[in-house]
C-alpha cells in the first residue's frame, strides 16, 4: 500500500498527538492492570496490548474528550478478552510495587472521602490486609472501588469505563465501600486497632 504525503503527514500528526497525549497515562494504566492482573509481567503485557489497541482506534477519539477514561475503557476491555475469557487466574507477586494505600489517600481527597476515624484506622493495618480485603469484593465492586477511590474518576468517567449507567456505578460504588468497610473493620476489631476501652 503506497501512502501519499498528505497520509503520511495525517499518520505522523497522529501518531505525534498520540505519544503527547497517551504516554503520559503510562504510569496510571501500569497500576490499574497490575491491580487487575495481580503480577508485573501480565500488567506489561495487558498495557503494551492497551497500547497497540488504542493507537491503532485513535483516529476514531474525539479531541477534546476524555482520553484517560477512553484508554481505561480499553484497558479493561483488553484484560476481559484476554485474561478472563482464557480463565486464567494470575498468579500473585510479593508486595512490592503494590500501591493499595492509594485507597486511602485518594479517598481523603475524593468528595466522598472515608470519616477521619476511618482513614486513622486504615492507616494502621498492613498492605496484605487491605488487599485482601479489596480482593473479597466481586469483580464489579472492586472495580469501581478502585476506579474511584484510587485512580480518582468521577462517576461519570466509570460509567463510561465500565459501559454502565451512572446510577449502577454509584451502586456498586456505595456497596463496595460498605463490604470493604465490613471487612476492614472486622479485621481491626479481632486485632484492637480502633477499640475505645472502658476506663470507668
Given at each position: 500500500?503506497?501512502?501519499?504525503?498528505?497520509?503520511?503527514?495525517?499518520?505522523a500528526?497522529l501518531?505525534?498527538?498520540?505519544?503527547?497525549?497517551?504516554l503520559?497515562l503510562?504510569d496510571?494504566l501500569y497500576g490499574?492492570a497490575?491491580?487487575?492482573?495481580?503480577n508485573?509481567?501480565?500488567?506489561?503485557?495487558?498495557?503494551q496490548?492497551?497500547?497497540v489497541?488504542?493507537f491503532s482506534?485513535f483516529?476514531?477519539?474525539?479531541?477534546?474528550t476524555?482520553?484517560?477514561a477512553w484508554?481505561?475503557r480499553?484497558l479493561?476491555?483488553s484484560?476481559?478478552n484476554?485474561?478472563r475469557?482464557?480463565?486464567?487466574r494470575?498468579?500473585?507477586t510479593?508486595?512490592?510495587?503494590?500501591?493499595?494505600w492509594?485507597?486511602v489517600?485518594a479517598?481523603s481527597h475524593?468528595?466522598v472521602?472515608?470519616?477521619s476515624a476511618?482513614?486513622a484506622?486504615l492507616?494502621?493495618?498492613?498492605?496484605?490486609?487491605?488487599r485482601?480485603?479489596?480482593e473479597?469484593?466481586?469483580d464489579?465492586?472492586?472495580?469501581?472501588?478502585l476506579?474511584a477511590?484510587v485512580?480518582?474518576f468521577s462517576?461519570k468517567?466509570?460509567a463510561?469505563?465500565?459501559?454502565?449507567?451512572?446510577?449502577?456505578v454509584?451502586?456498586?460504588?456505595?456497596?463496595?465501600r460498605?463490604q470493604?468497610?465490613t471487612?476492614?473493620a472486622?479485621?481491626?476489631?479481632?486485632?484492637?486497632?480502633g477499640?475505645?476501652?472502658?476506663h470507668?
Amino acid at each position: 500500500m503506497v501512502m501519499d504525503k498528505k497520509e503520511q503527514v495525517d499518520e505522523a500528526e497522529l501518531r505525534a498527538r498520540f505519544e503527547e497525549e497517551a504516554l503520559p497515562l503510562l504510569d496510571q494504566l501500569y497500576g490499574a492492570a497490575f491491580r487487575m492482573t495481580g503480577n508485573e509481567a501480565d500488567a506489561q503485557d495487558l498495557v503494551q496490548d492497551t497500547y497497540v489497541r488504542a493507537f491503532s482506534s485513535f483516529n476514531t477519539f474525539k479531541p477534546g474528550t476524555n482520553l484517560k477514561a477512553w484508554m481505561y475503557r480499553i484497558l479493561k476491555n483488553s484484560f476481559i478478552n484476554t485474561y478472563r475469557k482464557n480463565q486464567r487466574r494470575p498468579q500473585q507477586t510479593s508486595d512490592e510495587g503494590v500501591q493499595d494505600w492509594q485507597l486511602v489517600e485518594a479517598s481523603s481527597h475524593h468528595p466522598v472521602a472515608l470519616e477521619s476515624a476511618e482513614a486513622a484506622a486504615l492507616d494502621s493495618l498492613p498492605d496484605d490486609t487491605v488487599r485482601e480485603a479489596l480482593e473479597s469484593l466481586s469483580d464489579t465492586y472492586r472495580e469501581a472501588v478502585l476506579l474511584a477511590d484510587v485512580e480518582g474518576f468521577s462517576y461519570k468517567e466509570i460509567a463510561q469505563i465500565m459501559g454502565t449507567p451512572v446510577g449502577t456505578v454509584m451502586s456498586r460504588i456505595y456497596r463496595g465501600r460498605a463490604q470493604l468497610r465490613t471487612a476492614l473493620a472486622d479485621y481491626a476489631k479481632r486485632m484492637g486497632i480502633g477499640v475505645k476501652e472502658d476506663h470507668a
